[in-house]
């Protein structure tokens, strides 16, 4: 037997030795009619619950059939172009009145505005020595980490934390969605002091500014920001807010939420969800594509070399190799995606004006170009289009926003949708999720160990 003991120089090795064959065990075979995904055979979703807080329409079923249609989102009934053309022409702030729709189903008057407004203001602020204790004392190289401990951590200062009745649920989740910019924009800060070598600044929250002007004053080092940088934000804030309730991290939101467990336990827990490549994180991973394609095809303006270069991010054999093309492709919608439609008009204003068209138009061929050898290798008859991803990573670049709070900024705005959804699994469903895993194994004797 070997005695070695494992140390911080032979560990790897040690644990290559140990997980020889580690897939083999882990591989099982996914038949006997398993909803793999939880998805149909033919695509849609299984279907495991109702609600009344946001809808995604990217088709509709004729006989059977989807039958593709123009990609469209509500809020609660209301179809969110119209809130983000509502905001524009006025040329006012919009998220916080999403915040207010979501959370109590309506619209607000004035007064009930205002009293909302008053809230998020009152809320923004950190609990004292958060920061110093929580955020200072073990830094992340990634954000999402950091914010999701960070939630967890906001229990402890939370003197009702395990009281789930209606009023408790309401005040967690306005506590919450106020903090959120400000545990991200700490972060950031405390990780470009001690990753990046750079000087700590920490800015508190400024009564009265809206969530998307105080993120960007919290967040850059002079406090510095222009109105039309803080409406775009805003914007991108209200697109990302909600998106029904069978996305990942909203399942899993209500998923953890039906077992009774803390507020705090269940917003982490679509935190870490949101994090993944395949959901929040594509946005990052968009970026890291088109940094690829930059790197390996300097010509990229090609349409010949690009959609061989595309072929080969397919193939596994370019990028990060994980046969993907990110920022391409959903769910639900089929011919366009409502937010991606919306992105892509900030994204080519934005473009004229810093000089940036031929990035713009690289991601415009990467759509256009991918969504056909996507459809041509897969034989796929529906069609596919581009999803919020593909434009929201180069929107944010333009803002001069780094890569490290593309994905933080998606759970920002998406914190008041998860806890829409917390509050209405525990008020209207009641009932533990609980679904089935059939059990594959052959039943086997025990062996002692001496005659393994």
């Known amino acids: 037997m070997n005695n070695q003991i494992i140390t911080p120089e032979n560990a790897a090795e040690e644990f290559k030795k140990l997980s020889g064959g580690i897939k083999d065990v882990y591989t099982v075979d996914q038949g006997f009619n398993t909803k793999r995904g939880l998805r149909n055979d033919d695509g849609t979703g299984v279907l495991v619950g109702v609600t009344d807080i946001g809808s995604v329409m990217g088709y509709y079923l004729e006989d059977g059939e989807r039958v593709p249609t123009e990609g469209k989102l509500y809020y609660r009934g209301i179809n969110v172009h119209d809130i983000i053309k509502e905001h524009r022409e006025k040329n006012t702030f919009g998220y916080e009145e999403v915040a207010f729709l979501l959370l109590f189903g309506k619209l607000p008057t004035e007064e009930e505005f205002e009293h909302f407004n008053a809230l998020l203001s009152k809320n923004r602020k950190l609990p004292d020595s958060f920061t110093e204790d929580v955020l200072l004392r073990a830094p992340s190289r990634n954000i999402m980490n950091q914010l999701s401990r960070g939630i967890e951590a906001l229990y402890s200062y939370d003197e009702i934390d395990d009281d789930t009745s209606p009023e408790n649920l309401l005040r967690q989740s306005i506590e919450l969605i106020a903090r959120f910019p400000s545990i991200v924009a700490n972060a950031y800060a405390v990780k470009r002091h001690r990753f990046y070598g750079k000087s700590l600044y920490i800015h508190n929250p400024k009564p009265g500014l809206s969530l998307s002007e105080n993120f960007l004053r919290m967040v850059r080092p002079d406090k510095t920001y222009t109105d039309e940088e803080a409406k775009l934000l805003d914007i991108m804030l209200i697109l990302h807010a909600e998106h029904g309730g069978g996305n990942n991290s909203a399942f899993v939101c209500r998923a953890v939420s039906s077992s009774g467990t803390d507020t705090y336990s269940a917003i982490s827990a679509a935190v870490n969800s949101l994090k993944g490549p395949l959901h929040g994180g594509a946005n990052a991973k968009v970026m890291e594509m088109v940094s690829f394609i930059k790197r390996d095809l300097p010509d990229y303006s090609n349409e010949t070399k690009l959609r061989e270069y595309l072929g080969k991010l397919l193939d596994g054999t370019a990028g990060d190799h994980s046969g993907k093309i990110y920022g391409l492709g959903h769910a639900v919608y089929t011919i366009s995606d409502p937010r991606a439609v919306s992105i892509r008009e900030c994204a080519a204003s934005l473009a004229e004006k810093y000089g940036r068209l031929d990035e713009l138009r690289l991601l415009e061929n990467i759509e256009r170009i991918g969504k056909e050898l996507i459809m041509e290798r897969k034989n796929m008859t529906l069609p596919i289009c581009a999803n919020v991803d593909l434009y929201s990573g180069f929107v944010y670049d333009m803002l001069g926003i780094p890569e490290?709070?593309?994905?933080?900024?998606?759970?920002?705005?998406?914190?008041?949708?998860?806890?829409?959804?917390?509050?209405?699994?525990?008020?209207?469903?009641?009932?533990?999720?609980?679904?089935?895993y059939k059990a594959a194994i052959k039943r086997v004797p025990y062996t002692p160990i001496e005659k393994r």
């Open 404 to 436: 490290d709070l593309y994905t933080p900024l998606f759970a920002i705005a998406r914190v008041t949708g998860w806890c829409a959804h917390r509050m209405e699994e525990l008020i209207s469903c009641k009932r533990i999720m609980r679904p089935a």
